[in-house]
């Protein structure tokens, strides 16, 4: 069922559908993909939610890309609205897989800023393989990380935030905790997402966590057997 306030996004203008990437496999040359001379700089949002933040910050930082993953096509016009309506057209967006999306269209080393902000927590025992910051998606977004790139994620569901420190600890040497104590509680943002406001008013603490790519290469990858998303 479709929510009564999205069902005007189920069509899309012209302008919006500027903002949004072709499905598919084939991986992505972020220069033609923005149609630049030289490349420039590119951040990823995966899951934008609603598009606040994606749209802001593209808005705050214009002589830089972005690029904006979120599995709900409904969504990924919501979020050209936005986008459009800040003024930022830097952003391209697609309606895909995460993890499939970072495996496959990503070139390495292409990408130096990562957003992962309130991903789905999947809070019951038996639905926690569902989880995207397993083990293989994140050895997969460290091959499309340059050297450099800055890992930022947070959740009010702690566990889950000191999950996916645990497993990126388990890819040695590959990143580096910006924070002593490898996470921060309650950090001021710029730009909080919609879910971030909504749990902070609900008395919900938030952890982050905000690592550096260093520039050790990746080890190899085990071949793709992701048949369906909850089969890792």
Same mark, same amino acid.
């Given at each position: ?5 999205? =069902?005007?996004?189920? =069509?899309?203008?012209? @302008? ?48 830089? /890309? ?63 393989? /569902? ?12 091959? @499309? ?18 999950? @996916? ?18 996470? @921060? ?27 550096? =790519? ?19």
């Amino acid at each position: 069922m479709v929510a009564a306030g999205m =069902r005007k996004f189920r =069509r899309r203008s012209d @302008a919006q559908a500027e903002l949004v990437g072709i499905p598919g496999d084939a991986v992505l040359d972020p220069t033609a993909l923005f149609g630049d001379e030289e490349p420039q700089p590119l951040r990823l949002e995966i899951g934008c939610g609603h598009g606040e933040f994606i749209s802001q910050m593209a808005a705050a930082h214009p002589a830089e /890309r972005f690029i904006g993953v979120e599995h709900d096509p409904l969504r990924i016009t919501k979020i050209a609205h936005k986008c459009l309506g800040a003024g930022a057209t830097n952003v391209r967006l697609f309606a895909a897989d995460a993890h499939r999306f970072v495996r496959f269209r990503l070139p390495p080393g292409s990408v130096q800023r990562v957003y992962i902000l309130f991903p789905d927590p999947w809070p019951k025992a038996g639905h926690r393989r /569902r989880r995207l910051l397993l083990r293989n998606f994140l050895l997969d977004l460290s091959h @499309a990380a340059a050297p450099g790139c800055k890992l930022v994620i947070a959740s009010d569901t702690h566990e889950y935030a000191l999950q @996916a420190a645990s497993n990126l600890s388990t890819l040695p040497g590959l990143w580096r905790s910006l924070y002593p104590a490898g996470y @921060a509680v309650d950090v001021a943002v710029r730009y909080p997402t919609v879910f971030e406001r909504h749990k902070r008013a609900e008395g919900c603490s938030i952890l982050h966590i905000a690592l550096e =790519r260093t520039e050790v290469p990746a080890p190899l990858r085990l071949p793709w057997l992701r048949a369906r998303p909850d089969s890792y």
